[in-house]
């Protein structure tokens, strides 16, 4: 079963253009984290959003986190070949007492000049 | 380095070698994640070591996966009798405890591929 279910798996866009990557899940998060990867590196984190509702902007990226915590957007204006990457969406679930992350499949996103 | 480390960056073996993966967490950190990544894909999660905590095996595929986590720092993932499909790139976290905050930290991952 997968609690977060990322769209679309791939995207391939030109220079210019604007995208959105949805996070969805039928679970509750107390936090949700964007993740980015470069090939032959490990992720990097680029936000956490703990507030149901919030919007964060990091420079062209804009997240937000759903009203009821239970999904996220990752929207990129005006994309650029150096935002190619894969971008990974992960939450902690209410119900952990842990903290253990769950990741959503990733969304493969390519940037053409 | 401040960072999470992980050794070595490449390993090929033969079907049936067993194998050992190195991860050195940042110093301080009480949680550590192993990752299984396939070409392009998302992550797997393998096992969750936090703390003196019992780990959080749930998610090795199979028996012949073990890891283990000495003093609270290193771990060690084994693959024991390689098989082809075991090939992939292993990550390996580490992050502070819920309290601080959970963002995790990743090394550079080791490829694996078993001839």
């Known amino acids: 079963t997968q609690l977060l279910e990322q769209s679309p798996q791939f995207l391939s866009i030109q220079e210019g253009e604007n995208l959105t990557v949805y996070c969805n899940s039928s679970s509750v998060f107390s936090s949700l984290q964007w993740y980015r990867q470069e090939p032959g590196e490990g992720p990097v984190l680029l936000v956490t959003?703990?507030?149901?509702?919030e919007v964060k902007k990091l420079k062209r990226l804009t997240f937000q986190f759903g009203d009821a915590r239970k999904d996220s957007s990752l929207h990129i204006t005006a994309a650029q070949p150096g935002d190619t990457g894969l971008y990974l969406c992960a939450g902690a679930t209410v119900s952990s007492n842990t903290g253990k992350l769950i990741f959503g499949q990733g969304t493969t996103l390519q940037v053409k000049p | 380095g401040a960072g999470v480390s992980q050794s070595p960056s490449n390993k090929v073996t033969e079907k049936g070698k067993d194998v050992e993966l190195r991860c050195d967490p940042i110093?301080?950190?009480?949680?550590l994640y192993w990752y299984r990544q396939s070409l392009g894909q998302g992550l797997e999660f393998l096992i969750y070591?936090?703390?003196?905590?019992?780990?959080?095996k749930s998610g090795l595929p199979s028996d012949r996966f073990s890891a283990e986590r000495t003093g609270g720092s290193v771990s060690t993932l084994t693959i024991q009798r390689t098989q082809q499909e075991d090939s992939a790139v292993y990550l390996c976290a580490s992050s502070w405890d819920r309290r601080r905050g959970n963002e995790q930290f990743f090394g550079p991952g080791t490829r694996l591929t078993v001839l």
């Open positions: 110093s301080g950190h009480t949680a």
């Open positions: 959003v703990v507030t149901g509702g």
């Open positions: 070591f936090q703390g003196n905590s019992a780990p959080d």
